[in-house]
């Protein structure tokens, strides 16, 4: 397909600037991880690597990496099996209360992290539920399992249920059913919603926030925590770095994978 | 036809569903009990040459637990330390009263928290005979009203100091002496306060003669908010962390401000000349207590903690990270005559002049100056 | 299975209950007596403070969302239509990756590009635009309508991208060669199609604007938004009633959007 080349260079152009706007923060974020001094000043001070030597030598940040990774797995797994079979339900049955859910379950997601993270607060306030790990990934959970209901439920949609009768009729069982004809015609979405999913809970703040407990220290907790220590600022910037550099091979390989399956539908409403 | 009826069991469907979820509601707020007023009368104290728990979660501001000083003592006593930080005492003693209490075994209440906590049941009485260094406190905070109740102890004082006027000497040449700077359109854009309504005792005590300005009537309290509306536009940024603080003198963002002597210590260390006084209409400050809670999972841990932070070589390190003064007057050698001198360790009369921060609760109360607060900034 | 859901949704109605109660001041106890007051004091209370805070922040989202379509739209396009389909999968990723690095971090380096003697600043002054530094960048309402206008940019862009991918081709030759200009092909064929990407961005911009409380800390001034305000009254100045009180108008102001642009249809582009 052709396009002129004024529209080129125009939407080119306009592009350019954008994306220039997407990556300067980062651009600085990585430059003053490598600064010399503890002082995000402008014109830049100086190189040094010492905030990764620091980094390397400091178990606080890496146990809070840590546990963020734990937390995200464990919400990624039961928004996986709860957002997978609550798709199902909605794609195949008419049931009690259909209209009611289907409005709800967005809403773990619409609404911004301060609400769901006070509301759930409240909860366990109220039934003297102590604030810990298990209260975070309860939280992460009721937003992840909207990314991978929505995924799911989107490719269902497409899908002709006739395969399944078909596999049935030739004698599957249920599960062998779901294993060998189902799970391979959703797996993709599954990907995307189990990564968008992994990313959103890893980076978590406002609803962690209020559910975290004394020892529930995530990665974001603790950046906002080195925020108050001027000694501990620079570090952050290294932190920040290493994992968009660990994160740069995963999203690419996401991001091939999916685009293999002709279009991308990262975000499936 | 078909529409209408649809939508006619769909407003059905939801209507039952919001009944149930409304009943379940009610039925969880019913089972929440409110908090148990143990205070017991035994005073127990826990072993404290027991091994610790090998855990102890804390709530504290900034500086109490600088890896300087607690990493000896996660060595020899085998206890992680958890700190979190809080910015304001109501936002600690909600961190402190979250899930029912024992998230944190200790706290680090100011003057105006600890009377709450004591009254609202969540902290433990202290037995005193465990904590090694309470004799050697200064006698005035050995039993102070803000932590000892009708005899009983429910904390140990920790370190005190005033919330002082801190300038950037490179940019403003004059030597000040006054709040008022505060309030100069001279400084307009370059000056920085704390975001947090207890601020408001101070132009209370020295602009409006509030002998004591944490019990102001509403008519003082509305001068005050005036005042404080008046200084907004001059206000370059309400700082909330230590750290903002910091920073917005390394930009230079700011100049001139009302902080920590915590703040202080931390731009000299990098480098900058700021001059710290205590202007000559009065300041208010902060007396703190190290605070146990009624159901710590750590007490061993947390008693140990506590002995640990007393003693006077730790204060001198405390000192070092923080500015603010030591309670243990065996600290004073250690710190020399100088430092000693400048921190007012042994000066009684210095420490009284320092209005202690204490929660307002007549003739207004904390609410009516936090909503005043939420009014000034807008 | 739907377990989780019904405990969110208690949850919710627990919130919106407790804005009908009260909190002592002193012992922070929840008093469970049901009263108005603390919807009286949101509505009319201390010359309309709340109002303001709510109609700032409301406005806030609203602006920052419009420059978000502003800015995603000629990338969308671009990505969508004018580059080769390798380049397409390379600046897909090129978006989605500042979404992969800490947004705490993101948000803090704002400071750096606009304070004093800040990046922006220091090209004003080397360009000649300013004869020194300003002040007018940071700490203030436009920086955090900059920095929030930045941080939610890639959701705005990714669903305007999938939405714009789908248009047919043959609908704008089609367009063409019934003789319709540029403009009118985008008018009344290009727009409607796009509008259910745009809505859908709107969706999330709005939102995630409504109730931040990082950025305003990090990067604003004095005014206060409705994020920080539920915050701070679940924190630092523990009114938890009232702080629900003002969650609740959030979440039916949510509600309302999200049923608005539900009614579009846009949402139902499967």
New interface residues.
Partial sequence: ?T?SRA??W???G??AL??V??????G??VL?AFNKT??????FPGFSTQWFDKLLHDPVPKEAAWLSIRIALASTA?ALL?GT??AF?FARYRF??????NF?????I???????G??????????????STR?VI?GH??FC?VLVFNNVL?RL??LSPSFEEASRDLGASGLQTFRYVTLPSIRTALIAGALLSL?LSF?E??VT??LA???T?T??LW???A????QS?PE??A??TV??LI??P???LA??LM?EEG??????? | MKRRSSMKR?AR??A??VVGVVALALF??S???SNDNSNTSSVKGPDINAKGEG?L?I?NW?GYTDPSFVKGFEKETGCKV?D??AGTSDEMFTKFR???G???DLASFSGDASLRAIKSGTVAQLDMSKLTNWKDLAPQLQSPAFNTQNGKHYGLSFTWGANVLIYNADKIKQNLDSWNVLYDPKYKGKITVPDNPIQIADPALQFFGASDPYSIDPATLDKVKAKLKQQRPLVRKYWV???DF??LF??GDATIGAGWPLMTN?LRK?GMNVKEVIPKEGVTGWSDSWMLSNKAKHPICAYKYMNYTSRPDIQVKIADVTGYSPPNQKACPLLGAQRCNDLHVTDKHYYDTIKYWETPTKPTNYRQWTDAWAEVRG | ??W??V??????V??LM?SLWQQDVFTAEIVRHWTLSNYDKLFTGQGGLWLRIYGRTVLLATIVTLIDIA??F??A???A??VSPKWR?L????????????????I??????L?G???LN?FLVDTGLLSHGSSAFLYNDRAIAITWA?VW??FMI??L??AL??IP?SYLEASRDLGAGALTTFRRVILPLAF?GVV?GS??VF??T?????APQ?VGGGSQVL?GA??DR?GVAAD?PF??AL?SL??VT?VVF?TITRRTG??E??
């Fill in positions: 397909m396009s529209e080129r125009i939407f080119g306009t592009s954008v994306l706007f997407l990556y300067l923060p980062l600085l974020i003053y503890n002082i995000n000043s402008w014109p039961l709860l079979s609550m339900a009690f209360g259909r209209e009611v859910v709800t379950v967005t809403l773990p619409i609404l911004p992290g301060v609400i769901t006070v509301a759930l607060a409240s909860f366990f306030l109220f039934t003297n539920t102590e604030l209260t309860i959970t009721t399992i989107a949609r497409r990313a980076d703040i406002a926030f209020f407990g004394a020892d220290t990665l974001p950046i906002l925590g925020f108050r220590n001027s600022l952050v910037n932190v920040a994992i968009l994160s740069l995963v999203i690419a991001t091939y685009r279009g991308t539908r990262i975000i499936e409403e | 769909r469907e939801a039952l569903v969880v707020a089972c929440g009990s855990q979660n709530v900034e958890n979190t930080f979250s899930g029912g024992g998230q944190y962390l230590a750290t910091d920073q390394k930009s931390d990098a | 299975m739907l989780l859901l405990f969110y949704i208690v949850a919710l627990l919130l407790t800015l995603a000629p990338l396009w671009f990505m239509r004018i999968t600046m897909f990723l090129a978006v989605v990756v500042p979404l992969w690095s800490s947004i705490l971090v993101r803090f380096a704002w400071r750096t590009i304070g003697q800040g990046l220091q930045y940019l890639p990714l669903p991208f999938t991918e789908k081709h259910p859908a969706i999330f939102s995630l409504m109730g931040d409380f990082v990090l994020g539920i915050k679940f938890f702080g629900a969650a959030t979440l949510l999200l846009a949402l582009n499967v």
